[in-house]
């Protein structure tokens, strides 16, 4: 299934290795596959018009809970 700017297999390798994890060579294929699917789904985030929301940050959470 190609999927529009996929993750490249060599990208992908390399930050699996940069990262610390050792993918199995059964399980490269699947996984990889899968992340691309997963950064597809989340690619209509780019999509969102969020100009009139402020960033949410740790500090505006405590203070509404704190309210």
Do not use: W
């Not at 930050?15 to 691309?36: C, H, M, Q, R, W």
């Not at 950064?39 to 100009?51: G, W």
Request: aromatic share 6%.
């Amino acid at each position: 299934m190609p999927l529009e700017n996929q993750l490249s297999k060599a990208l992908f390798l390399h930050i699996a290795k940069t990262s610390g994890l050792t993918i199995e060579e059964p399980y490269t294929d699947k996984l990889f596959n899968y992340v691309n699917i997963v950064l597809s789904s989340i690619r209509v985030i780019e999509d969102l018009d969020l100009s009139g929301i402020a960033p949410l940050t740790m500090t505006s959470c405590l203070e509404e809970e704190a309210t």
